[in-house]
């Protein structure tokens, strides 16, 4: 957090585990108001209000309608519940100086589901950072989502593709082994999640800067089995990218899928 004052108030809520700590909310005083640092994690900034503290569900560990909101055509709820990603292995250190007591922090990541509460009853599912986001499959059940987000940071690159050899001189098993060593997915990993819940949609995002962004692409879906696909205007190297997410996700309509400018969905 930057320790920036704001004009307005915003407050902070803790998502939980039953283990964890719950962390304090001390008011500032008028000495950590012009001086606070952080080194005082137990100070709340100047223009912060003490949130909630959310523990999650006893019985699945997922944190369920932490929210609501109003959609164009249902409320919407809100769950939340978390992905792999580092584990404790990446560790922060947090002191808290005024206990003089150091404790360890995992390197958490979550996915959010938002649901409308009534027809249409679609659901999205945007995961974050996550090598196996398998915890989630409770909340992207009944419905299955109409749309899931997930991450493929690195794929494998085809030589044909990549004439060069800058990108394709990397094996698939390599490369799957460097995300997976940095807590990431890759496109088949992607598409296998999204099979398995049975996502009508998939999106991939946290895509590496070493990949080119598309300034048009177009994939068309057959009815055929699913390595039947057709590739139009692609000139980049997230056209493999793309492919391999598909070949794991398999589906039986005929979708289109386009993309603009810096890959994104149009």
Not at 4 to 28: G, W
Not at 78 to 92: A, E, F, L, N, T
Not at 182 to 189: I, K, N, Q
Not at 231 to 253: E, G, K
Request: net charge neutral.
């Amino acid at each position: 957090m930057t320790l920036t004052r704001t004009s307005d108030k915003y407050v902070v809520h803790e998502l939980l585990t039953a283990e964890d700590i719950i962390t304090p909310c001390d008011l500032p005083t008028s000495v950590s108001l012009s001086n606070s640092n952080i080194s005082e994690p137990t100070v709340m900034h100047s223009s912060e209000v003490a949130g909630l503290d959310i523990r999650p569900s006893p019985e699945d560990g997922l944190w369920r309608a932490v929210a609501y909101g109003k959609g164009t055509m249902s409320e919407i709820v809100v769950d939340v519940g978390p992905v792999h990603h580092r584990g404790r292995s990446h560790c922060i250190r947090l002191v808290l100086a005024c206990m003089r007591e150091a404790i360890s922090l995992s390197d958490p990541c979550l996915g959010y589901v938002f649901t409308e509460v009534k027809y249409p009853s679609r659901k999205l599912v945007l995961l974050g950072d996550t090598h196996d986001p398998s915890p989630m499959i409770p909340l992207c059940l009944n419905p299955s989502p109409a749309l899931l987000v997930h991450e493929a940071t690195d794929s494998h690159i085809s030589k044909e593709a990549d004439p060069s050899g800058k990108l394709s001189r990397r094996s698939a098993d390599e490369v799957l082994k460097k995300a997976l060593a940095r807590g990431h997915s890759v496109p088949d990993m992607a598409g296998a999640f999204a099979k398995k819940i049975d996502a009508q949609q998939l999106v991939l995002n946290h895509i590496g800067a070493r990949y080119a962004p598309l300034h048009h692409f177009s994939i068309v879906f057959h009815a055929d089995p699913p390595n039947h696909l057709c590739c139009l205007d692609s000139q980049h190297h997230v056209t493999q990218l793309i492919l391999h997410a598909i070949r794991s996700f398999v589906t039986l309509r005929r979708k289109q899928v386009k993309l603009g400018a810096q890959g994104r969905v149009r």
